[in-house]
C-alpha cells in the first residue's frame, strides 16, 4: 500500500488548517538493557532520571569537547529510551553512544520497522480523538497504546508524533483523510519554532548553548556529569558563549545550502555574520534559514547568502527568549 504525498512546498501562511506530514527522514536512537537510563544520563545534557513512559525531555548528545553530535526529543517506548532525531545525525550520534555503551549492560541501536507521521494544526486534537481512546497533551505529553506512541509537541501549532510499526500505521493514516505532505514541511515547522536541526555539515561544530538547547529546556545544570559538561557548564557561568540559533526569512533565487556563509550589511560592505544549517525553500520564492549568529546581532540588520547578492533575509521573532 502507498500513500498519495502532496510534493508541493508551501509557505507557512499557505498550510492548511489541518494536515499530515510523511516524516520519511525522521529517525531514532533506542536504548534498552538493564542500565540504559545509567548509561544514558552520562551521555546526554538532560537529566533523563526525569524521564517518564509519558514524559517528553528535549537534550542533545555531545563530545568530550561540549561539541554537539544530535539535538533529539527523549520518550519512554516499550521499556525503551527513545531519542527521536532527523536521520541526518544518527550516524555520528549511533556511532558515540555505542563505542562508549559496550562498558554497559545496554543495547544501542537504530529503531527499526518503525514509521513516524506528524499530525498538525487547528482541529488535530480532535482528528486523534475519533481514533484513539487518549490523546496526548502538555501535562501527559507521551501517551503508550500497545505499539502505537503518541506525541504531543507544543509551540506555535499543535503538533502529534504518531509512532507505530510500520505494519497498518499506513492504513490508520489514510483513514484520517487529509492531505500528506512530504518531509521538508517537517523542516520548516521546527526552523519556525527555533528547534535545532543538525545536517551533517553541522555535526561536532556547535556547542549545545549556541543552538539555543538552554532556551528550550534541553539542559540540565543539577544534574551531575556527562559528555562534554565542562564545557557547557563554563558557556552558561562564565558568559562565554557568543553564538546563537535565529530564524532568518527573505528570499533567494538560488538553492540554499547547509555549507553556505550567512553575510550581514555593514554601511556599504558586506561581513560574514554566520552560518546556515537548514533551510527550506518554499515554492513562492520564500526562504525559511536557521543559522548560527552572533548572539548580540541587531534586530534589524540586513543578511545575505554568500554569493548571492540578490538574496534578501531579515530576523524573524523566535517563540522563546535566548537566555
Same mark, same amino acid.
Given at each position: 500500500?502507498?500513500?498519495s504525498?502532496? #510534493?508541493?512546498?508551501p509557505?507557512?501562511?499557505?498550510l492548511p488548517?489541518?494536515?499530515i506530514i510523511?516524516?520519511?527522514?525522521?529517525?531514532?536512537?533506542?536504548?534498552?538493557?538493564?542500565? !540504559?537510563?545509567?548509561?544514558?544520563?552520562?551521555q546526554?545534557?538532560?537529566?533523563? &532520571?526525569?524521564? #517518564?513512559?509519558s514524559s517528553?525531555? %528535549?537534550?542533545?548528545?555531545? $563530545?568530550?569537547k561540549g561539541?554537539v553530535?544530535s539535538?533529539f /526529543?527523549?520518550? &519512554?517506548r516499550?521499556?525503551?529510551?527513545m531519542l527521536?532525531q532527523?536521520?541526518s545525525s544518527?550516524?555520528?550520534s549511533?556511532? *558515540?553512544?555505542?563505542?562508549f555503551?559496550?562498558?554497559?549492560?545496554?543495547s544501542? +541501536?537504530?529503531?527499526?520497522n518503525? &514509521?513516524?507521521?506528524?499530525?498538525?494544526?487547528?482541529e488535530? =486534537?480532535?482528528?486523534l480523538?475519533s481514533?484513539y481512546?487518549?490523546?496526548?497533551d502538555?501535562l501527559?505529553?507521551?501517551i503508550n497504546?500497545? #505499539?502505537?506512541?503518541l506525541?504531543?509537541?507544543?509551540? !506555535?501549532?499543535?503538533?502529534?508524533?504518531?509512532?507505530d510499526e510500520?505494519v497498518?500505521?499506513? !492504513?490508520?493514516?489514510?483513514?484520517?483523510e487529509?492531505?500528506?505532505y512530504?518531509y521538508?514541511?517537517?523542516?520548516?515547522?521546527?526552523?519556525?519554532?527555533?528547534?535545532?536541526?543538525l545536517?551533517?555539515n553541522?555535526?561536532n561544530?556547535?556547542?549545545?548553548?549556541m543552538? $539555543?538547547?538552554?532556551?528550550? $529546556?534541553g539542559?540540565?545544570?543539577? +544534574?551531575?556529569?556527562?559528555?562534554g559538561? *565542562?564545557?557547557?557548564?563554563?558557556?552558561q557561568?562564565?558568559?562565554?558563549?557568543k553564538?546563537?540559533?535565529?530564524t532568518?526569512?527573505?528570499?533567494?533565487k538560488?538553492?540554499? +545550502?547547509?555549507t553556505?556563509?550567512? *553575510?550581514? !550589511?555593514?554601511?556599504?560592505n558586506?561581513r560574514?555574520?554566520g552560518?546556515?544549517?537548514m533551510?527550506?525553500?518554499a515554492d513562492?520564492?520564500?526562504?525559511?534559514?536557521?543559522?548560527v549568529l552572533?548572539n548580540?546581532?541587531? %534586530?534589524? #540588520?540586513?543578511? /545575505?547568502?554568500?554569493?548571492?547578492e =540578490?538574496?534578501?533575509f $531579515?530576523?524573524?521573532n523566535?517563540?522563546?527568549t535566548? %537566555?
Amino acid at each position: 500500500m502507498t500513500i498519495s504525498l502532496n #510534493t508541493n512546498l508551501p509557505a507557512v501562511n499557505e498550510l492548511p488548517d489541518t494536515y499530515i506530514i510523511s516524516l520519511s527522514e525522521f529517525g531514532a536512537i533506542t536504548l534498552a538493557g538493564e542500565e !540504559q537510563s545509567k548509561y544514558l544520563q552520562g551521555q546526554v545534557t538532560c537529566d533523563v &532520571n526525569e524521564s #517518564t513512559s509519558s514524559s517528553l525531555l %528535549t537534550g542533545a548528545h555531545c $563530545n568530550a569537547k561540549g561539541k554537539v553530535f544530535s539535538t533529539f /526529543r527523549l520518550i &519512554n517506548r516499550l521499556s525503551e529510551h527513545m531519542l527521536l532525531q532527523p536521520k541526518s545525525s544518527i550516524k555520528a550520534s549511533l556511532a *558515540e553512544l555505542q563505542k562508549f555503551g559496550v562498558f554497559a549492560k545496554v543495547s544501542i +541501536k537504530t529503531a527499526e520497522n518503525i &514509521n513516524f507521521y506528524a499530525l498538525v494544526g487547528e482541529e488535530a =486534537e480532535n482528528v486523534l480523538q475519533s481514533k484513539y481512546q487518549q490523546v496526548p497533551d502538555s501535562l501527559t505529553p507521551v501517551i503508550n497504546i500497545g #505499539t502505537t506512541s503518541l506525541v504531543y509537541i507544543s509551540g !506555535q501549532q499543535n503538533r502529534y508524533l504518531i509512532i507505530d510499526e510500520a505494519v497498518g500505521l499506513l !492504513q490508520r493514516i489514510q483513514q484520517f483523510e487529509l492531505p500528506i505532505y512530504s518531509y521538508p514541511i517537517w523542516e520548516l515547522l521546527e526552523i519556525s519554532e527555533g528547534f535545532p536541526l543538525l545536517s551533517e555539515n553541522s555535526v561536532n561544530e556547535y556547542v549545545p548553548q549556541m543552538l $539555543n538547547l538552554q532556551a528550550i $529546556n534541553g539542559i540540565s545544570f543539577t +544534574k551531575g556529569c556527562y559528555l562534554g559538561q *565542562e564545557t557547557v557548564a563554563r558557556m552558561q557561568y562564565l558568559g562565554k558563549n557568543k553564538r546563537a540559533l535565529f530564524t532568518l526569512i527573505g528570499n533567494s533565487k538560488e538553492d540554499i +545550502k547547509t555549507t553556505d556563509i550567512i *553575510e550581514k !550589511q555593514l554601511g556599504e560592505n558586506w561581513r560574514k555574520a554566520g552560518d546556515v544549517i537548514m533551510s527550506y525553500q518554499a515554492d513562492n520564492g520564500k526562504v525559511y534559514i536557521q543559522g548560527v549568529l552572533a548572539n548580540d546581532v541587531e %534586530t534589524s #540588520t540586513n543578511f /545575505r547568502i554568500k554569493g548571492d547578492e =540578490e538574496s534578501s533575509f $531579515n530576523l524573524s521573532n523566535l517563540p522563546y527568549t535566548i %537566555t
